[in-house]
């Protein structure tokens, strides 16, 4: 820290009591002064000698014989008015980053100019500031933060000015360059040590000058933000980074404490600043997960409207990059759910105007009756459906979040955002178990949701076993993955060359051409089956064991084993079925039935497993 030291005289002043300041010496004091709580008592020559309001002001006190002086609304109190009694009386005096600013304002006060004296205080404060103070990095800053203190003295001095315009400069300066000391202590994980650059041992971050400026109250620290951007040589990806620190510094984590009474207005006004300062470049400076940040303080201070509509905007041209945490918004009070999915869905429908609006167009995906363009080739689709399913199975387990809030999400997305739907069929599982007392027409509406040729092995293992399905679902689920298998064993033993994996478009119509025909032959078999006796319990374990290698050893419970035995009918073989479903056990005796010996009349409540 820079200093400077004026006058030669040892300190002869001392203190009575807490409010009382005299001088030691042989003559008599002849002057008090007032200043605050405190009361100065002085000789009147060194005053008048160096200050051209004080002169004015004891002579107008001698008239009235009283020898008393106030001065009221004194710039810097007591301590600045002490530094220019002694510079009066020619006393040593130590000005640094820290009373300088006191002492200019103390100084214009009292009329401390040439015009009184050469040399007088106004002038050698003056030199210390141009000449020490604004040249150093630091002390720049400790000069700014000091003059919000001396307003309106220190606005009319432009001290203020001078400093944010000196800090603004040293900014922009290459790192290359910079030989001044600075605080970098935001990427240290394993202490809280302050690391002082005295020499540059190292290379200089872009980043150097964001933490000290951190310090600032965050009027000032709108004023050095502006006039860094101002000067045209600053990235937007550092703006952004020097006001992501400036919010870690100030903005508390806790949401609760946001909204603290005391801290409200506060937290308002930071949160304020920092969005209006944000880069100009919408599309960049700023990650998704600092705007999210952002955009819940917005809410949680009742920021205002425009602050949020900023937010969104930006955050709906990244928001791919989110999070599934960063979504987690909390409701206003008095709202339905814990989370606003509101807001999520605002910030999908604008994601997807800008993909529409910005890249070419692949195909076209219908929604709410309506066809809105996508680009297929666009590799913000895919983080989309991931993203939007895990938020999915976030809010799933809210009691009060209703069917129509889950489909709406769910469906706001295209079919090309999602290339497997196991995250979906996840949250639908919550949302099941979490709402129990669904209808079957609410069940079927929410499973609708899920495409079932797009599960995974694993997936469709734990819906075959999944009770809060509809039993159509755990059908679908059983038969497709039956016809992977058959497929896939086909596949295998042709002479042609083929590909391990299993083409989808050949599975989808595999799909639509067998359950066609299954769909008639199963309302044929199943209303004339015919219980054989114990000759064919043999042969139907067999060909039960055969059966369940094809099917890649799904393991299913006594329901959907029933059903599943009761859809597939083997290439050239005889049908195998369990025992009737009344019969509640997976355990039953299995029944023989050959193609010739059905009949035509069957019971009309096994029709419930065709497919329809």
Same mark, same amino acid.
């Given at each position: 820290?820079?200093?400077?030291?004026?006058?030669?005289?040892?300190?002869?002043?001392?203190?009575?009591?807490?409010?009382?300041?005299?001088?030691?010496?042989?003559?008599?004091?002849?002057?008090?002064?007032?200043?605050?709580?405190?009361?100065?008592?002085?000789?009147?020559?060194?005053?008048?000698?160096?200050?051209?309001?004080?002169?004015?002001?004891?002579?107008?006190?001698?008239?009235?014989?009283?020898?008393?002086?106030?001065?009221?609304?004194?710039?810097?109190?007591?301590?600045?008015?002490?530094?220019?009694?002694?510079?009066?009386?020619?006393?040593?005096? *130590?000005?640094?980053?820290?009373?300088?600013?006191?002492?200019?304002?103390?100084?214009? !006060?009292?009329?401390?100019?040439?015009?009184?004296?050469?040399?007088?205080?106004? !002038?050698?404060?003056?030199?210390?500031?141009?000449?020490?103070?604004?040249?150093?990095?630091?002390?720049?800053?400790?000069?700014?933060?000091?003059?919000?203190?001396?307003?309106?003295?220190?606005?009319?001095?432009?001290?203020?000015?001078?400093?944010?315009? %000196? +800090?603004?400069?040293?900014?922009?300066?290459?790192?290359?360059?910079?030989?001044?000391? !600075?605080?970098?202590?935001?990427?240290?994980?394993?202490?809280?040590?302050?690391? #002082?650059?005295?020499?540059?041992?190292?290379?200089?971050?872009?980043?150097?000058?964001?933490?000290?400026? %951190?310090?600032?109250?965050?009027?000032? !620290?709108?004023?050095?933000?502006?006039?860094?951007?101002? /000067?045209?040589?600053?990235?937007?990806?550092?703006?952004?980074?020097?006001?992501?620190?400036?919010?870690? @510094?100030?903005?508390?984590?806790?949401?609760?404490?946001?909204?603290?009474?005391?801290?409200?207005?506060?937290?308002? *006004?930071?949160?304020?600043?920092?969005?209006?300062?944000?880069?100009?470049?919408?599309?960049?400076?700023?990650?998704?997960?600092?705007?999210?940040?952002?955009?819940?303080?917005?809410?949680?201070? &009742?920021?205002?409207?425009? $602050?949020?509509?900023?937010?969104?905007?930006?955050?709906?041209?990244?928001?791919?990059?989110?999070?599934?945490?960063?979504?987690?918004?909390?409701?206003?009070?008095? &709202?339905?759910?814990?989370?606003?999915?509101?807001?999520?869905?605002? $910030?999908?429908? /604008?994601?997807?105007?800008?993909?529409?609006?910005?890249?070419?167009?692949?195909?076209?995906?219908?929604?709410?009756?309506?066809?809105?363009?996508?680009? *297929?080739?666009?590799?913000?689709?895919?983080?989309?459906?991931?993203?939007?399913?895990?938020?999915?199975?976030?809010?799933?387990?809210?009691?009060?979040?209703? +069917?129509?809030?889950?489909?709406?999400?769910?469906?706001?997305?295209?079919?090309?955002? @999602?290339?497997?739907?196991?995250?979906?069929?996840?949250?639908?599982?919550?949302?099941?178990?979490?709402?129990?007392?669904?209808?079957?027409?609410?069940?079927?509406?929410?499973?609708?949701?899920?495409?079932?040729?797009?599960?995974?092995?694993?997936?469709? +293992?734990?819906?075959?076993?999944?009770?809060?399905?509809?039993?159509?679902?755990?059908?679908?689920?059983?038969?497709?993955? @039956?016809?992977?298998?058959?497929?896939?064993?086909?596949?295998? *033993?042709?002479?042609?060359?083929?590909?391990?994996?299993?083409?989808?478009?050949?599975?989808?119509?595999?799909? #639509?051409?067998?359950? =066609?025909?299954?769909?008639?032959?199963?309302?044929?078999?199943?209303?004339?089956?015919?219980?054989?006796?114990?000759? %064919?319990?043999?042969?139907?374990?067999?060909?039960?064991?055969?059966?369940?290698?094809?099917?890649?050893?799904?393991?299913?419970?006594?329901?959907?084993?029933?059903?599943?035995?009761?859809?597939?009918?083997?290439?050239?073989?005889?049908?195998?079925?369990?025992? =009737?479903?009344?019969? &509640?056990?997976?355990?039953?005796?299995? +029944? %023989?039935? /050959?193609? &010739?010996?059905?009949?035509?009349?069957?019971?009309?409540?096994?029709?419930?497993?065709?497919?329809?």
């Amino acid at each position: 820290m820079k200093f400077m030291k004026l006058g030669s005289k040892p300190d002869a002043f001392q203190s009575d009591g807490s409010n009382i300041r005299f001088v030691v010496s042989e003559l008599p004091t002849d002057v008090s002064v007032r200043v605050g709580e405190v009361r100065f008592y002085l000789h009147k020559f060194p005053l008048l000698s160096k200050s051209n309001r004080l002169q004015g002001l004891i002579l107008r006190v001698g008239e009235d014989s009283t020898n008393e002086i106030f001065l009221h609304d004194f710039p810097g109190g007591p301590k600045a008015f002490e530094i220019c009694a002694k510079f009066c009386y020619g006393m040593i005096v *130590t000005l640094n980053a820290y009373n300088v600013v006191a002492a200019r304002c103390a100084a214009e !006060y009292l009329e401390m100019t040439e015009n009184v004296e050469k040399g007088n205080l106004i !002038y050698k404060i003056e030199v210390f500031l141009n000449s020490s103070v604004l040249r150093s990095w630091k002390d720049s800053i400790i000069v700014l933060q000091a003059t919000k203190s001396l307003l309106p003295w220190s606005e009319e001095l432009k001290v203020a000015g001078r400093c944010i315009d %000196c +800090i603004a400069s040293k900014t922009s300066v290459d790192p290359t360059n910079i030989n001044w000391s !600075y605080t970098h202590n935001r990427k240290l994980a394993a202490s809280d040590e302050i690391v #002082e650059i005295q020499q540059r041992m190292h290379t200089v971050p872009n980043d150097w000058w964001v933490e000290d400026i %951190c310090e600032l109250d965050v009027d000032l !620290y709108k004023r050095v933000m502006v006039a860094v951007k101002s /000067k045209g040589r600053m990235s937007s990806d550092m703006i952004g980074e020097a006001l992501k620190a400036y919010a870690v @510094r100030w903005l508390p984590d806790s949401y609760d404490a946001l909204v603290v009474d005391d801290y409200m207005k506060r937290n308002r *006004t930071l949160v304020e600043t920092i969005v209006s300062l944000l880069p100009s470049d919408k599309c960049s400076g700023c990650s998704c997960r600092f705007l999210l940040k952002l955009l819940k303080v917005v809410i949680l201070v &009742g920021a205002g409207d425009a $602050l949020k509509e900023e937010l969104i905007n930006r955050i709906s041209m990244q928001f791919h990059k989110a999070s599934v945490k960063d979504l987690l918004i909390p409701a206003k009070s008095g &709202g339905d759910t814990i989370y606003d999915v509101r807001l999520v869905q605002i $910030l999908v429908g /604008k994601f997807m105007v800008h993909v529409g609006s910005s890249h070419d167009i692949n195909f076209v995906d219908k929604s709410e009756s309506r066809f809105v363009e996508i680009n *297929t080739d666009n590799k913000t689709l895919l983080p989309l459906g991931k993203l939007i399913d895990g938020y999915l199975a976030e809010i799933a387990s809210d009691p009060n979040l209703s +069917i129509s809030s889950f489909v709406d999400l769910t469906k706001s997305i295209p079919d090309a955002a @999602r290339t497997g739907h196991d995250g979906l069929y996840m949250a639908i599982d919550i949302y099941l178990k979490e709402h129990p007392n669904l209808s079957k027409a609410e069940k079927k509406r929410i499973c609708g949701l899920m495409d079932v040729k797009k599960l995974s092995t694993e997936a469709s +293992i734990h819906a075959a076993q999944n009770d809060l399905l509809p039993l159509r679902v755990v059908v679908q689920v059983l038969f497709f993955e @039956r016809l992977k298998a058959s497929t896939g064993v086909s596949a295998s *033993t042709s002479d042609a060359p083929h590909d391990a994996s299993i083409s989808r478009a050949t599975l989808e119509e595999d799909w #639509e051409g067998r359950a =066609s025909e299954h769909h008639n032959s199963l309302k044929q078999q199943l209303g004339s089956l015919k219980i054989k006796g114990d000759e %064919c319990r043999n042969s139907d374990e067999m060909k039960s064991r055969s059966t369940k290698e094809k099917s890649s050893s799904l393991l299913l419970p006594s329901r959907s084993r029933r059903i599943f035995d009761k859809l597939w009918v083997g290439k050239g073989q005889g049908e195998t079925i369990k025992s =009737s479903e009344t019969s &509640g056990s997976s355990q039953s005796p299995p +029944i %023989c039935v /050959k193609p &010739g010996e059905a009949k035509s009349s069957g019971s009309s409540r096994r029709m419930r497993y065709s497919i329809s």
